[in-house]
């Protein structure tokens, strides 16, 4: 290889994508858990189109995102929650037999079953939490709100309270309302809105890593730029890494020197 200029290529940030899907969903299926504005027992079909598209494929499309910018938290959340809601979604439609399967069991054991599915995320949704504990504000309350809502359905379901479930739905709105916050923070900033709005980290960061990395996008040759030293990693396309003005290619393990002059 002979090019020697190095310039960075950001990712867009697929954060407010995904927290933005997780709210809709959300907010539309919380009010019919509820009962606000709508009938108790209002059928929840409404929230398919939501659940498979908006909360379910854009919320793994923010995921798929966040694995090319190198942030492991934000990829396994948005796709682990982008494919809740696309289960979620499946168990409404007809043609994956769920709902038939259910609505020919007693209540009881329709309740335990959605009890246990509930459980499940609960559990999941709990070490999100943990992990996020050195994150922000806005992912931990979102988080622990979220964590709430799923513990409140599943004993509702468990238990056939509809009181539960009312519970469960009016956390579930207040969860909504902290995923458009986190939404809005890295939408409206100074390039976009006359004010930033707050979201403090939490933690302290290893300050030794080196910053440019862990920027989300990924480096490109371009020119011959003499006496450029590259005495970081950076990430490229391909799987090639770039190291001390060297060129590694992890798949057939093969060394290149980059020419600089």
């Known amino acids: 290889?002979?090019?020697?200029?190095?310039?960075?290529?950001?990712?867009?940030?697929?954060?407010p994508l995904g927290n933005s899907a997780f709210a809709v969903s959300t907010f539309v299926t919380s009010l019919h858990t509820g009962a606000i504005g709508i009938a108790s027992g209002a059928p929840l079909n409404i929230v398919v189109g939501l659940a498979l598209f908006f909360g379910g494929?854009?919320?793994?499309?923010?995921?798929?995102?966040?694995?090319?910018?190198?942030?492991?938290?934000g990829a396994v959340?948005?796709?682990?929650?982008?494919?809740?809601?696309?289960?979620?979604?499946?168990a409404m439609i007809p043609g994956f037999g769920i709902a038939e399967a259910l609505?020919?069991?007693?209540?009881?054991?329709?309740?335990?079953?959605?009890?246990?599915?509930?459980?499940?995320?609960?559990?999941?949704?709990?070490i999100?939490?943990?992990?996020?504990?050195?994150?922000?504000?806005?992912?931990?309350?979102?988080?622990?709100?979220?964590l709430i809502t799923y513990a409140l359905s599943s004993i509702g379901h468990w238990t056939q309270s509809e009181g539960v479930m009312h519970a469960s739905g009016y956390v579930?709105?207040?969860?909504?309302l902290v995923a458009w916050y986190n939404a809005a923070v890295d939408m409206l900033n100074k390039d976009t809105f006359?004010?930033?709005?707050?979201?403090?980290?939490?933690?302290?960061?290893?300050?030794?890593?080196?910053?440019m990395a862990e920027t989300p996008g990924h480096y490109v040759f371009d020119g011959r730029t003499p006496g450029n030293n590259f005495d970081f990693i950076a990430t490229m396309p391909k799987h090639t890494v770039v190291a001390n003005a060297i060129v590694v290619d992890s798949h057939t393990a093969r060394t290149d020197t980059i020419d600089l002059k």
Not at 63 to 68: E, H, K, P, V
Not at 128 to 146: E, H, Q
Not at 172 to 176: N, P
Not at 195 to 209: F, I, K, V
């Open 77 to 90: 959340l948005f796709t682990s929650y982008g494919c809740y809601w696309m289960s979620y979604a499946a």
């Open 103 to 126: 609505s020919n069991v007693s209540a009881d054991v329709r309740g335990q079953s959605w009890g246990i599915f509930n459980l499940v995320w609960t559990i999941q949704t709990f």
């Open 57 to 73: 494929m854009a919320q793994i499309i923010a995921g798929a995102w966040s694995f090319a910018s190198n942030n492991g938290f």
């Open 194 to 211: 006359y004010c930033e709005l707050p979201n403090p980290a939490l933690g302290t960061r290893d300050s030794s890593r080196n910053a």
């Open 1 to 15: 290889m002979t090019s020697s200029e190095l310039r960075w290529r950001p990712f867009s940030n697929p954060a």
């Open 172 to 176: 579930g709105l207040v969860t909504a």
């Open 128 to 146: 999100f939490l943990l992990a996020s504990l050195r994150s922000n504000w806005g992912t931990v309350v979102l988080l622990s709100f979220l």
